[in-house]
């Protein structure tokens, strides 16, 4: 099953791409990387044979640069799933495979898909657009507050707002198709990391905590693992079997999970692919979560996926009101600390809130971790020149 020597195809070159290539150097065999991504400012280019510019949204674009690939990997869910398929049908390998994407790239159908095979999810009704949605509030058919989240192109936050009342659908709402949930009353949020390799072989990986920037809700901070009680693991372990149970085949699910006030774990998205609450895996897992989906995409086995110490990884995000070519502070600082372990993205140029790089602080307790992620937070900034 293992194929030396294959062309491998990333779509596309950001910062989980780079570290997937990362992983598996220690093991390449004369494999050859080609990428296709939109954009000239991308951190893959480094580490490509070839590199092919087209939208990873058009049919074309990915179709014409799969016939190129033998293995073909997804660093996000927002491709062509048609292109996708047709590579499929051609004989190509493609992870995560395109019935999977289409589910998981439009909101709507995801959520139906956990309904259909009893995945607990908050509860939601789908709007085809704001006029649909003023008409059920209107009729007292919403119950205030909840959140609107577009069924296509989310991500880090986008097209997800809170709606308080009427007068927010008309200020804040989208006209777009969309669900609409009901406001969970979160206590904490965490990230279970699952999947199969090609060999029929399950893992998973310790349950990660996440702890999220409150203005944007992207992730400043995730764990290596958490303390929870006997009630809450074994709703996270049935959680894991369902979706293993639902999602055949090989592949790596990354699954954001909700604990609610009453003490449920729902179910609040699915990625189909390695995720940002997994880099502390790369200094703090036997085997890190990018290493393990080159394992799967390539025909290995599946490694070790218990933790070797405990972990925090600390995101570093482009500075508010600045713009333009980066200037890194204090990450000299950061490198010279024990055990204290810095990425950056090779990213050119920074924006408010763009993912630059991240820090993972490796101790014998979490309670020491946290010390030296307080610290460093207050050591790095991510500015323009």
């Given amino acids: 099953m293992i194929q030396p020597n294959q062309t491998i195809g990333f779509i596309t070159g950001g910062q989980l791409g780079q570290m997937m290539i990362q992983s598996f150097l220690p093991f390449r065999q004369n494999e050859k990387i080609l990428i296709l991504d939109g954009n000239k400012d991308f ?178 901070c995730i764990t290596s693992h958490c303390e929870i009680n006997i009630n809450t693991q074994s709703q ?28 449920n774990v729902l179910v609040n998205e699915i990625a189909p692919r390695v995720h940002n609450s997994g880099h502390q895996s790369i200094e703090g897992n036997y085997c890190s979560q990018f290493e393990q989906y080159m394992r799967i995409a390539l025909g290995y086995s599946i490694g070790n996926t218990a933790e070797i110490k405990p972990s925090i990884t600390l995101n570093l995000l482009g500075a508010e009101n600045h713009i333009g070519a980066v200037k890194y502070i204090g990450i000299e600082n950061a490198m010279n600390m024990k055990n204290v372990a810095v990425h950056l993205y090779g990213k050119i140029s920074t924006k408010p809130n763009r993912k630059m790089g991240h820090v993972t602080v490796t101790r014998n307790t979490l309670d020491e971790c946290w010390k030296v992620i307080k610290i460093l937070k207050n050591t790095i900034k991510i500015i323009s020149e």
């Fill in 236 to 263: 996270v372990d049935a959680i894991a079997k369902k979706i293993l149970t639902s999602f055949t085949g090989a592949g790596l699910w990354a699954v954001e999970l909700f604990l609610d006030t009453s003490g």
């Fill in 43 to 220: 951190p893959c280019a480094p580490y490509a044979n070839e590199v092919f510019t087209g939208s990873s949204k058009d049919f074309n674009s990915v179709l014409e640069f799969g016939k190129k690939c033998d293995t073909i990997i997804l660093e996000f869910e927002h491709v062509n799933a048609d292109a996708l398929q047709e590579l499929e049908n051609l004989g190509k390998k493609v992870f995560c495979q395109a019935k999977y994407i289409k589910i998981i790239q439009n909101k709507g159908i995801q959520k139906d898909f956990y309904t259909k095979n009893n995945i607990p999810t908050s509860k939601y009704i789908k709007i085809k657009n704001k006029q649909e949605f003023l008409e059920l509030a209107k009729n007292n058919k919403i119950e205030f507050p909840v959140m609107q989240k577009t069924f296509l192109d989310g991500y880090d936050g986008g097209g997800v707002t809170k709606i308080n009342s009427l007068a927010d659908i008309n200020t804040k709402g989208f006209d777009a198709e969309s669900i609409i949930e009901e406001c969970i009353n979160i206590t904490r949020e965490f990230s279970l990391i699952c999947g199969r390799d090609q060999h029929g072989n399950e893992f998973e990986y310790p349950l990660i905590e996440q702890f999220f920037h409150e203005k944007t809700n992207i992730v400043d």
